[in-house]
């Protein structure tokens, strides 16, 4: 069925009325009443299955169907197809077979974290995180990404005021403030850690370089206990306010071509993985 059509609902009789569900929802999309979530048909519902991912009943559904597997279940697929390959990679040190299923558990159970305990990150973390975006692969190998590291609660504060007299002072993305208002800070959820890369823009194609690195970054993070969440809205924000680039020190020439929020996950935790809403169409040749 199209992914559109398809939408989340609550099994009643699984949910206990926990909430943990709309504690999780990016976008306060899901809110209780008389004891049991339900969708704000007034929120765009991203179909991020965080709210499946954390539910300890397994209660929420999508498109009827369970919205979410364990970790363990895709362990045990994970790395099935070594039968007909091999593991390991070429000229260097092979790779167990437990590593690959451990992998592929890793990389499908990354996910965004938007609420930290609000301590900096440990500074080795980030700088054994930056050592390895350093091998990401980039255009001509120009590797033109640089890194913009806040990691201090007041900092992270005084980034967060200068977008927020930004959107008042010029209107764009209303969503912030209103949400901000409400308690939900979907620029930079409760991080303390952003993590922001910059290129000059003439190089060969700095989005696409900046994104892998950062990619790296937080797979590494998230391996080491560090939740991360991309950071869009910070990316655009600190491109288009003159006070902003000024504070965050862009040196010329150069623009933001991406974020992380990052921080020791707090009041957050993904229980299961959830099902793939969307996939890719694939076309054989
Ligand atoms: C380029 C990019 C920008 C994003 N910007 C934001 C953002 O500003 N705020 C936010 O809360 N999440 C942001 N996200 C996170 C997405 O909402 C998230 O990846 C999506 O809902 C899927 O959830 P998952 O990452 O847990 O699978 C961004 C993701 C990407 C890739
Ligand atoms: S997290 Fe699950 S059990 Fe808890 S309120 Fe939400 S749907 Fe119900
Ligand atoms: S799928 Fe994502 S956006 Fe939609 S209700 Fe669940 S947590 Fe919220």
Same mark, same amino acid.
């Given at each position: 069925m199209?992914?559109?059509?398809r939408?989340?609902?609550?099994?009643?009789?699984?949910?206990?009325?926990?909430?943990?569900?709309?504690? @999780?929802?990016?976008? &306060?999309?899901? $809110?209780?009443?008389?004891?049991?979530?339900?969708?704000?048909?007034?929120?765009?519902?991203?179909?991020?299955?965080? /709210?499946?991912?954390? /539910?300890?009943?397994?209660a929420?559904?999508?498109?009827?169907?369970?919205?979410?597997?364990?970790?363990?279940?895709?362990?045990?697929?994970?790395?099935?197809?070594?039968?007909?390959?091999? *593991?390991?990679?070429?000229?260097?040190?092979?790779?167990?077979?437990?590593?690959?299923?451990?992998?592929?558990?890793? #990389?499908?159970?990354?996910?965004?974290?938007?609420?930290? *305990? &609000?301590?900096?990150?440990?500074?080795?973390?980030?700088?054994?995180?930056?050592?390895?975006?350093?091998?990401?692969?980039?255009?001509?190998?120009?590797?033109?990404?640089? !890194?913009?590291?806040?990691?201090?609660?007041?900092?992270?504060?005084? $980034?967060?005021?200068?977008?927020?007299?930004? @959107?008042?002072?010029?209107?764009?993305?209303?969503? $912030?403030?209103?949400?901000?208002?409400?308690?939900?800070?979907?620029?930079?959820? *409760?991080?303390?850690?952003?993590?922001?890369g910059?290129?000059?823009? *003439?190089?060969?194609?700095?989005?696409?370089?900046?994104? #892998?690195?950062?990619?790296?970054?937080?797979?590494?993070?998230?391996?080491?206990?560090?939740?991360? /969440?991309?950071?869009?809205?910070?990316?655009?924000?600190?491109?288009?306010?003159?006070?902003?680039?000024?504070?965050?020190?862009?040196?010329? &020439?150069?623009?933001?071509?991406?974020?992380?929020?990052?921080?020791?996950?707090s009041?957050?935790?993904?229980?299961? @993985?959830?099902?793939?809403?969307?996939?890719?169409?694939?076309? !054989?040749?």
């Amino acid at each position: 069925m199209n992914h559109t059509h398809r939408t989340l609902s609550v099994d009643s009789n699984a949910c206990i009325g926990c909430g943990i569900c709309t504690s @999780v929802c990016p976008f &306060g999309v899901l $809110i209780m009443e008389e004891g049991r979530p339900r969708l704000d048909p007034d929120k765009h519902c991203l179909k991020c299955l965080h /709210c499946a991912a954390a /539910c300890p009943r397994e209660a929420i559904l999508f498109g009827g169907e369970r919205a979410s597997v364990a970790a363990a279940e895709l362990a045990e697929t994970a790395g099935s197809s070594e039968a007909a390959g091999r *593991t390991g990679r070429a000229g260097l040190t092979g790779l167990s077979p437990e590593f690959v299923s451990q992998l592929a558990v890793h #990389l499908s159970g990354r996910r965004s974290y938007r609420h930290f *305990t &609000g301590d900096p990150v440990d500074r080795r973390l980030l700088e054994e995180a930056a050592a390895l975006a350093d091998f990401a692969p980039s255009a001509k190998n120009q590797h033109p990404a640089g !890194w913009i590291i806040v990691n201090s609660r007041e900092k992270a504060r005084e $980034i967060m005021e200068l977008v927020l007299s930004y @959107v008042r002072e010029t209107g764009v993305s209303p969503e $912030i403030l209103s949400e901000y208002e409400s308690g939900n800070n979907v620029v930079m959820g *409760t991080a303390s850690t952003l993590i922001l890369g910059y290129c000059r823009d *003439t190089a060969v194609n700095p989005p696409v370089d900046t994104a #892998l690195a950062l990619s790296v970054m937080e797979l590494y993070l998230q391996a080491r206990g560090v939740g991360t /969440c991309w950071a869009g809205y910070l990316t655009r924000l600190a491109n288009a306010s003159p006070d902003l680039r000024r504070l965050l020190n862009l040196p010329e &020439g150069s623009l933001f071509y991406g974020a992380l929020m990052a921080g020791y996950p707090s009041e957050e935790s993904y229980l299961r @993985v959830p099902v793939r809403t969307k996939p890719a169409p694939v076309t !054989w040749l």
